[in-house]
Structure formats: C-alpha cells, structure tokens
C-alpha cells in the first residue's frame, strides 16, 4: 500500500478539477482500485504503489497543460488518461526563453498567440521527421491533425525566414459529388476542395495579415494540376489527400521540387475518391520512393485521432466493416477458383 500527497500550485484548481469534480471523476473512473480525494491544494492517492504512480504522472500531465494552455477541456483530459497525448513525452525537453519555459513541442502561435502543438506522440514525430527530411508522406484516417500540423509547420518555415513562400494543393477529385454542377466561376467551383487548407490558414494568420500574403502570394493554395510546368523553389510545399493523385500526378509533382524546397505529402487510404478505373499513385509512390535518404514516412493512427472522441469510434468501426468485406471477396474468390479446378 502506498500513499501520494500531491500539493498543487499556480493553477485554477475549478478548471483542474471541473465543476462539481467532473474531471477529477474521469481520473478516479480511469483508476478505480485507488483512493483519490482533493482537499485545497493537496490531492491524496492511495493504494498499489505502481498504479499511485502512474495516476500521480497523469494527473502532474494535467497540471501542465492547464500551466501551458490555461485552460483544461474535458476532452484533453480524456485524451491524457487514455495515453493518447504526446505531453509526457516532451514537457522534459523544455527550454528557457526570455518570457519563462516554453515547451518544445510548440511549433507555431497562432492567429491569437495561442500555441500551436504536436497534441500526439505520432504527431511529435511528424514534426521531428519533417525538420530531418526534405519529403515526408503523412498517412493516415481522418482527424489525426495530419493537414493541420503541416500547415503549422509550414508557417513556422515561413515565419522564421527559411522559406519564402507557402504552396498548399490538393487534387480537385470529386468525393461523390459532381464538381460541374457547383454554381459559379472556375474559383467558386474548386475552392470548396481547398476549404480545409484556408481553414488551417485562418487558425494561423490574423486575417489582415493572410489577406496580404495571399495577394502577394506568399502563400498560394491551388488545385493540383496548376502545379504542372512550374518549379518550386525555397518553398514549403503540401500535398494533400495525396491518395486521390494519379501515379502521374504525383510524379509531376514532386518533379516539381527546387532545391531549396520542403514537402510533406498527406493522405488517407481509406478515403479514396478516384473513379474506380483509376488506382492511387500514392501507393506506388510510397513503395518505390522507399528508403531513398530525405524522404521519410509517419504513419497516424486512430490513436492520434483529435477531434470529437466518437471520430475514433467511427473510423475503427468503418476499417472492421472493410476488412470483413475484403475478407468476404477474397473467400468468394478462391471458392471460384477452386471451383474452376473441380470441373
């Protein structure tokens, strides 16, 4: 039997602990062979010395992202006890600046000065094997802050003056809607394919501020066959939902590439948008491009899923249901084949 008296400082301890202990509560659900009980400043756990540990861990993780972020959603709080932030993992690597400790996993502040940071440890790795790598492929279901961190490391490149321009692109693929019956001219009728990356955009930059670099076109978002003819250099360059590129057009695009430039390439393989008798050229990138020095690979999983806790739910239910149907073809396929050795 152990004992832990955590004494806590320099936090609002409402927004810690939630109204009514909410949040305190998912702490003892999350830990329900222990005692956890607060009083003022001081938390007391008591129970099995290794599980007093790991709950005195995730509740100090807490304490410094509320310090960090001031402020705690539930969300985050259920994302820390189910393992799936990266804080652990980088808070040790903090360095001193002039205003105090910043964490190393900042990569960027945003629109409001809010810092912007790798929320997972697969994201964490996106962002180290981006600073190593002049090409990264970042792959993975939706909601794992793949098109997001990117955006976010790119202004950072931008920001600190070792690019100077953005490229953001996507394949303008029609995701079971026809592109042609949009109202509007060429612009209105693409840039609701684009909409994700502005919105990334608008979390970053003051709107005053991305205006200018948009009319100045320090950063240009485009359709990726615009990209074609052109050669892009001292740039920080995306290509996103690279799964609805042809094998051609991603040749073309990352043909593209000057010297001096940096790329990371998203994409999803569960969500392909293709006419069925064209086939991804993001797989056959991935597999011959492996290995080659400067081009790297991260892999996201549900696990770095960030957005509404049901997204992950949602995805690994889909993948289960496509496996079985992929499963369910394949039977039916040897049983044709064997039938046909039968007779």
Do not use: W
Request: aromatic fraction near 4%.
């Amino acid at each position: 039997m152990s004992e832990i008296i955590l004494t806590i400082n320099g936090v609002d301890n409402v927004e810690l602990f939630g109204e009514q202990n909410s949040k305190l509560n998912l702490v003892k659900q999350a830990f329900p062979n222990l005692e956890i009980h607060s009083r003022g400043v001081n938390i007391k756990i008591t129970g099995d010395k290794k599980e007093t540990q790991k709950a005195k861990s995730k509740i100090e993780q807490l304490v410094k992202i509320l310090r960090a972020e001031h402020e705690l959603p539930i969300q985050k709080v259920k994302d820390v006890l189910n393992g799936n932030l990266a804080y652990e993992l980088i808070d040790a690597n903090e360095e001193e600046t002039p205003n105090g400790k910043i964490s190393a996993n900042v990569i960027v502040h945003g629109r409001d000065g809010r810092p912007i940071k790798a929320r997972t440890r697969n994201q964490k790795k996106m962002v180290d094997l981006s600073e190593t790598n002049d090409i990264l492929f970042a792959i993975g279901p939706a909601g794992t802050g793949k098109t997001y961190t990117a955006v976010a490391l790119a202004v950072k490149a931008l920001k600190n003056k070792m690019v100077k321009k953005i490229i953001m692109t996507r394949p303008a693929v029609e995701a079971g809607e026809n592109l042609g019956f949009l109202p509007g001219d060429l612009k209105d009728k693409i840039d609701p394919y684009l909409r994700p990356l502005y919105d990334a955009l608008d979390d970053l930059f003051p709107a005053e501020k991305l205006e200018y670099f948009m009319e100045n076109r320090t950063i240009e978002v485009a359709p990726l066959a615009f990209m074609r003819g052109r050669t892009l250099d001292n740039a920080f360059i995306i290509l996103d939902e690279a799964q609805n590129a042809t094998s051609i057009q991603i040749k073309m695009f990352l043909t593209r590439l000057g010297p001096s430039a940096k790329c990371i390439i998203t994409g999803d393989m569960s969500q392909i948008d293709l006419p069925r008798n064209q086939k991804s050229g993001l797989y056959k990138a991935l597999e011959i491009l492996s290995g080659i020095e400067g081009i790297a690979r991260i892999n996201l999983t549900t696990e770095d899923v960030v957005r509404h806790r049901l997204v992950r739910e949602i995805i690994t239910r889909y993948d289960a249901a496509s496996n079985y149907e992929k499963e369910q073809r394949e039977e039916k396929e040897k049983a044709r084949i064997q039938e046909r050795k039968d007779k």
